[in-house]
């Protein structure tokens, strides 16, 4: 048996992606870039949305995108069959509400809700380092009720 081992090299283009954000700012718009190479050795590159097709022109500073969110420290808070209330939790993050037996009032900007028993409800922030739930959120239960309110806030 004999042969001869080896590579083939076909002449083409070679191009290679990267996810990077356009931040003017006020804003980080995530755009890709493409690497090409010719068989000859010249770099060329070309932006384009998300889609790889439709053309991009970068407004600000270009940067790596970040691929996870930085950690966040956060403190977790509990209070059970208490009258609760936003205003007095500066720096919540988020908030859940259970119902166990009977209703429950919860006032908001849009008006009041009863929750009946079993129910639950949950808001929270905007998905950003120092987001933070703000406006009217009050929640009081109706005589023999029982209810769980559970929050996170900033320390």
């Known amino acids: ?21 356009d931040d003017t700012g006020t804003a980080r718009t995530p755009f890709l870039r493409r690497y090409s190479t010719s068989p000859a050795g010249a770099v060329t590159t070309t932006d384009t949305g998300l889609d790889g097709a439709t053309p991009y022109t970068v407004a600000g500073t270009v940067t790596v995108c970040a691929t996870a ?32 037996t009977g209703s429950v009032s919860v006032g908001t900007g849009d008006g009041t809700l009863t929750l009946p028993a079993g129910a639950s409800l949950t808001w929270s922030a905007e998905d950003e380092p120092s987001g ?11 005589a023999g009720a029982s209810w769980q309110v559970i929050w996170t806030a900033r320390p």
């Open 1 to 21: 048996m004999s042969g001869t081992a080896g590579s083939i090299s076909m002449p083409g283009v070679d191009a290679e992606f990267v996810l990077l954000c």
């Open 69 to 100: 969110a930085e950690p966040v420290e956060l403190a977790v808070h509990g209070a059970q069959d208490t009258a609760w209330s936003l205003a007095d939790q500066p720096g919540t993050v988020s908030v859940t509400v259970v119902v166990y």
């Open 132 to 142: 933070t739930l703000t406006g009217l959120l009050d929640v009081t239960g109706a």
